[in-house]
């Protein structure tokens, strides 16, 4: 079989045997269960089906051997099976997984030896490591076959998918509105976008602030938005000008480039978006730093000094709370359609960029707004 017909061999199993375990051996059980549902570190569950599948289609190797860097005729490379195959099935099948390859992560990049159990890992939290490193030598030991344990793997990440699909299914069926009810004012919808970006891990939040605003007045300003880059690319990677980049109407130069901060915006911060601007093709007409933090006066006038330097791009320091209440008073009439476009783009990042448990919240605290909570 192919990497991809061994995919849709494994799924299929795993699909038969749903919530009942492939494995009788509770130690091994609880190792993919820990390695599976380790929320903080998504990379051991994707190093762990690398592995698998580069065992199940070559099954002379090593599943501790992913480096072709070790050398020998039973290692094999780890990230090719990864990135060639893995991804589009992980999408494909919305599994609870980073979308990007593990072997770009610090602990799993440059690896010259086999990744034993008598290796130790730099990386938290330091059992899921350990806990795939045990489960990668249980295969090689012939302890469980590579397809047994791909199997409860792969169902294992389909319970938890369909767990996060019926607990957001769930917040989302309590927000249904009686018929004829008032929406939120712009002032409530403020504080809970504001009780939002306060939560744990909300760095990607004020990008979402700012993509709604011109998702539903993009047509009112003959302007709209490039699809949103992935929360950590770099703009050097993408060529993107910035977090947010918008265009007017039939035209495809970017007019206004939006950075987001959760901290102050720098001097340093301002330079490095002088340096973008002089390499961009074509003059944007506003360069806009929205942060969380607050806005240092002697930053915003340096800002402004560029104006001419660049010749015609302003470059600003703007508060995203303050945006936001200005959006909504400005555009009173779409408030409730500003806050539905906020929780969809919410909903369709990925969890590596917005974590389950905080749409979660949103949803919450949605729901306490609306019914006056």
């Not at 609880?30 to 570190?41: A, I, L, P, Q």
């Not at 762990?48 to 005729?73: A, F, N």
């Not at 977090?243 to 007019?255: G, P, Q, S």
């Amino acid at each position: 079989m192919t990497p991809e017909e061994i995919l849709q061999d494994i799924h299929a199993r795993a699909s038969e045997a749903s919530s009942q375990s492939v494995i009788a051996n509770p130690d091994i059980r609880e190792r993919v269960d820990y390695v599976c549902r380790c929320m903080s570190n998504r990379a051991g569950v994707r190093l762990l089906m690398s592995c698998l599948l580069g065992k199940l289609d070559k099954p002379q190797v090593d599943p501790r051997k992913p480096y072709t860097e070790i050398g020998g005729e039973d290692c094999f490379s780890g990230r090719a099976y990864d990135e060639r195959y893995l991804t589009r099935f992980i999408n494909t099948h919305r599994l609870p997984v980073n979308p990007t390859t593990a072997f770009l992560t610090p602990t799993l990049r440059n690896i010259d030896h086999p990744l034993t159990t008598r290796q130790q890992l730099v990386g938290r939290p330091r059992n899921l490591y350990q806990k795939t490193l045990e489960l990668l030598e249980d295969v090689a030991l012939q302890r469980i076959a590579a397809d047994v344990l791909f199997v409860e793997t792969m169902r294992v990440l389909m319970l938890l998918r369909d767990e996060k699909l019926a607990r957001i299914a769930s917040l989302l069926n309590a927000l249904t509105h009686a018929p004829g009810a008032l929406p939120l004012s712009s002032e409530a919808i403020i504080t809970l976008i504001r009780q939002h970006l306060a939560c744990r891990n909300a760095s990607r939040l004020p990008v979402l602030v700012v993509a709604a605003a011109y998702k539903v007045a993009g047509e009112r300003l003959a302007e709209s938005m490039l699809p949103l880059n992935a929360h950590n690319a770099a703009d050097l990677q993408t060529g993107a000008l910035g977090d947010v980049e918008i265009r007017l109407l039939d035209e495809h130069a970017v007019v206004t480039a939006y950075e987001m901060k959760m901290k102050r915006v720098t001097q340093d911060d301002i330079n490095a978006a002088v340096c973008k601007i002089v390499r961009g093709k074509n003059r944007i007409h506003n360069y806009l730093f929205i942060t969380t933090d607050a806005i240092d006066p002697v930053v915003t006038e340096y800002a402004a000094t560029f104006y001419e330097k660049t010749e015609g791009t302003e470059i600003a320091v703007l508060d995203c709370i303050g945006f936001l209440r200005h959006f909504l008073h400005f555009f009173h009439r779409i408030r409730a359609d500003y806050l539905d476009a906020y929780q969809t783009l919410l909903l369709q990042e990925p969890d590596s960029a917005v974590s389950q448990s905080l749409k979660e919240a949103f949803l919450a605290l949605r729901q306490a707004a609306e019914s006056g909570e």
